[in-house]
């Protein structure tokens, strides 16, 4: 599946000489949009071929992965299991938009401790899994894995040759290397991490041979899913003067480092800069929820 490559008029791109496009992967799908499309495709083809009736899989409670897994495995017809992070969950998940999601499109959760959730990747808790739920086709966290970053490559096509840097946001490394692997070694690649910590260098060099890629670790605003009265009001105005809707927690953070690194002469006059939209908009109504509680200013989403 192609998407629409669409161009931004701003005038800080005017005064410095700056070419500027999104890469629209959230218009996809409203759930199974941007990079959550292109990990899953393999993966669900993989499943089905081994005959795999199930995909257990792992996440927050407002992952952006689990809410697409559970509708893509409804449309597939596959059974879908969330093992969800945080034992506080178990009894009010109904106050959780993506989970609601997550349950509407049929999948079952589980709900384990932030210490055990530490050891998902044990084979002893695959073990335990097993013993409960059967037989499954596993998605780690983010869905990353080989297949994913196959299906993450197809992001960047023929026509994104002419682009000198290209940019995305980074969560668990899979998105970025695939694009970095699609890229050609002229351009230049930045990933902006949403996380904090500097693990995920490594991370991605697991899935490329490359070197034509840098990342920014000044943007991800204290952690996943931590935001400031500053990126939501830069996030609405974004909307406002490019009818972009962006997500807070991955690439409204790359697009707001991008133009400060814009402002402050990181590019030269006439570079032609490429990001890429990688969905997740789903999450908005959590994050409003929880700016509202914390009566903070919130995201527009019309």
């Known amino acids: 599946m192609q998407t629409q490559n669409q161009k931004v008029n701003l005038s800080i791109l005017n005064d410095k000489g700056i070419t500027f496009f999104i890469k629209r992967e959230d218009l996809i799908h409203p759930l199974i949009s941007g990079n959550k499309y292109r990990k899953l495709k393999y993966n669900i083809l993989a499943a089905k071929a081994a005959k795999q009736d199930t995909l257990l899989t792992f996440g927050g409670a407002y992952s952006n992965h689990i809410a697409a897994v559970a509708y893509a495995g409804k449309q597939e017809g596959i059974s879908t299991i969330g093992v969800i992070r945080g034992e506080e969950l178990k009894d009010k998940w109904q106050k959780n938009a993506t989970l609601l999601l997550a349950r509407a499109h049929g999948m079952e959760f589980k709900f384990v401790s932030r210490e055990v959730y530490r050891n998902k990747d044990a084979p002893e808790f695959k073990t335990e899994l097993e013993k409960e739920f059967g037989h499954f086709y596993m998605l780690p966290e983010g869905g990353t894995n080989a297949l994913a970053v196959e299906g993450c490559q197809e992001i960047i096509t023929d026509e994104d040759a002419s682009f000198n840097v290209i940019t995305s946001a980074v969560g668990t490394g899979g998105t970025i290397a695939g694009i970095i692997n699609a890229s050609n070694n002229t351009q230049r690649v930045i990933g902006f991490p949403a996380l904090k910590g500097g693990f995920l260098q490594e991370d991605i060099c697991k899935f490329t041979n490359k070197r034509n890629w840098e990342l920014q670790n000044e943007y991800h605003f204290g952690g996943y899913g931590k935001v400031s009265p500053e990126l939501i009001q830069f996030i609405n105005d974004f909307k406002i003067k490019t009818n972009i ?58």
């Open 245 to 302: 809707p962006l997500d807070p927690v991955y690439t409204g953070k790359m697009i707001f480092g991008l133009m400060e690194m814009i402002q402050e002469d990181c590019f030269e006059s006439g570079t032609k800069i490429l990001a890429i939209h990688t969905g997740g908009l789903q999450g908005i109504a959590g994050m409003n929820a929880l700016l509202k509680k914390k009566k903070q200013p919130m995201l527009v989403i019309e």
